[in-house]
T-cell receptor, first 116, second 111 residues
């Protein structure tokens, strides 16, 4: 089975700074898809950004961007100009093929606290 | 508007009790999933389905049954609930390589 690892349990940053959250993965697939999600304090899980492994360009959506380092099996999430509202738990995930069908395998999450 | 709706939002039961968690999606997605979320473990897959009548086993299926009655409806059944099944449960739906859309979650307590 594939594996997704987030080693940072929690991070605290000052508002308006840039933060990077780490994620490493294991896969035998030559083509794969990586995702980042945000879970708010209310429990809502929201999709943020995706990286397709065959694309060389790092994905960017708003103030979220990815640092995709394929040789290192690493997909970091970068949040620039952080805001208080960015405080949440962030999950990295990979699309995995089961015996029949596909699903998402998640990391354990990183809790981000943005302080004034 | 795309949506995944879970019910109930909160449930308390006793050890040995029967519980059914319901999930409905209005997205015309083929895939539906049940995950549980526990501190230190992130989201772990219990069961998933890629269409009505189909069921696939996830990573933590023990003690859970599931049934996909229609393309829209996916149920998670705990027939003899145990305290270890106290958790936050999420249903999700997806299509192709798109990111799944998640429901709001069901908090289950087994006393």
């Amino acid at each position: 089975a594939q594996k997704v690892t987030q080693t940072q349990t929690s991070i605290s940053v000052m508002e308006k700074t840039t933060v990077t959250m780490d994620c490493v993965y294991e896969t035998q697939d030559s083509s794969y898809f990586l995702f980042w999600y945000k879970q708010t304090a209310s429990g809502e899980i929201v999709f943020l950004i995706r990286q397709d492994s065959y694309k060389k360009e790092n994905a960017t959506v708003g103030h979220y961007s990815l640092n995709f380092q394929k040789p290192k099996s690493s997909i970091g999430l970068i949040i620039t100009a952080t805001q208080i509202e960015d405080s949440a738990v962030y999950f990295c995930a990979m699309r995995e093929r089961g015996n029949s069908g596909t699903y998402q395998r998640f990391g354990t999450g990183t809790k981000l606290q943005v302080v004034p | 508007e795309a949506a995944v709706t879970q019910s109930p939002r909160n449930k308390v039961t006793v050890t040995g009790g029967n519980v059914t968690l319901s999930c409905r999606q209005t997205n015309s997605h083929n895939y539906m999933y049940w995950y549980r979320q526990d501190t230190g473990h992130g989201l772990r897959l219990i069961h998933y389905s890629y269409g009505a009548g189909n069921l696939q086993i996830g990573d933590v299926p023990d003690g859970y049954k599931a049934t996909r009655t229609t393309q829209e409806d996916f149920f998670l059944l705990l027939e003899l609930a145990s305290p270890s099944q106290t958790s936050l449960y999420f249903c999700a739906s997806s299509e192709g390589v798109q990111a799944p859309l998640f429901g709001e979650g069901t908090r289950l307590s087994v006393l």
